[in-house]
């Protein structure tokens, strides 16, 4: 026996047995159960085949995730994935140096020889841009090659060189100007992100001189009465200078803009610049 479909309804070619006839109830439950017998196989089958979409797609998205970990691993980043660490902090630094300033040179090669290096090792947390007033303290002219390279370093984003191996260059061209040829193993020691970013700065004689007219015209605003000049996180530090160069409250004005995610690194501040002057505050004890 078969029944006949409804308007708009596929025909059911299942025979069902009718003992004595099917009139009223019995008929219309036999329609019922075999309409539910049919969506019930159709879902059946629609569902087999979601639950293997769904499998192939998560097994391609693991797949994708090892194949990115592996890569990342390979440039050494593996530990961050790993981790889930979120970037560090960049406080923003800002120095002004007067070419030619030996004080300049004292706290740049002590910002660099004990804060960005172990165990101290600051750099990654710190967004730096040195600005050079315009002039010099021989000459009234400044170096146009070591300004230009300090107003491109400037314009340069951070993640172009997160150790600041741009700073190195900078003071050793800053040291003698007239040789900065002398630095160019500095200047291939950064990333090679940052070298053809500093590099093709350079060469566009437009753009570095608009980025050193801008770089002469901050410094001016900063208003600064004495060499170097040191601002941290908006907050303007008392003059190295007047200290020694001492670049101690450098650090620790970063490490407190940075609070309770400083790294390691801020415990490792030394009490002391130097050998003699542990000894002087020793003896004094």
């Not at 499998?55 to 994708?64: F, P, S």
């Not at 146009?144 to 993640?159: N, R, T, V, W």
Request: hydrophobic share 35%; charged share 30%; glycine share 8%.
């Amino acid at each position: 026996t078969h029944f006949r479909p409804r308007a708009g309804q596929r025909p059911n070619r299942t025979p069902l047995p009718c003992l004595g006839g099917c009139r009223g109830s019995r008929a219309r439950s036999l329609r019922r159960g075999a309409r539910a017998m049919a969506q019930t196989s159709a879902i059946g089958r629609a569902g087999s085949w979601s639950f293997a979409v769904v499998c192939l797609a998560l097994h391609l998205a693991v797949a994708d995730a090892v194949s990115e970990y592996r890569q990342h691993a390979l440039r050494g980043e593996s530990g961050d994935i790993a981790a889930g660490a979120a970037a560090a902090p960049h406080v923003p630094v800002t120095l002004v140096f007067l070419e030619g300033c030996g004080d300049c040179e004292n706290y740049g090669a002590d910002l660099a020889d004990i804060g960005f290096k172990a165990p101290v090792d600051l750099a990654r947390s710190i967004d730096l841009k040195v600005l050079l007033v315009d002039g010099a303290i021989e000459k009234g002219l400044g170096t146009p090659a070591l300004h230009k390279f300090a107003a491109c370093a400037g314009s340069m984003p951070k993640d172009y060189d997160s150790e600041l191996t741009w700073f190195k260059a900078f003071l050793c061209a800053h040291a003698d100007p007239k040789r900065s040829h002398k630095c160019d193993k500095l200047r291939q020691a950064m990333p090679k992100k940052a070298f053809k970013f500093i590099q093709e700065c350079e060469d566009d004689d437009n753009r570095s001189s608009r980025l050193v007219k801008e770089m002469h015209r901050e410094a001016a605003s900063r208003e600064a009465g004495s060499f170097p000049w040191v601002d941290v996180a908006g907050k303007v530090l008392p003059p190295p200078d007047e200290d020694e160069d001492d670049v101690r409250p450098t650090l620790h004005a970063v490490c407190e803009a940075i609070g309770k995610s400083a790294p390691s690194g801020c415990h490792a501040i030394p009490r002391h610049m130097s050998g003699e002057e542990e000894e002087e505050y020793d003896m004094e004890d």
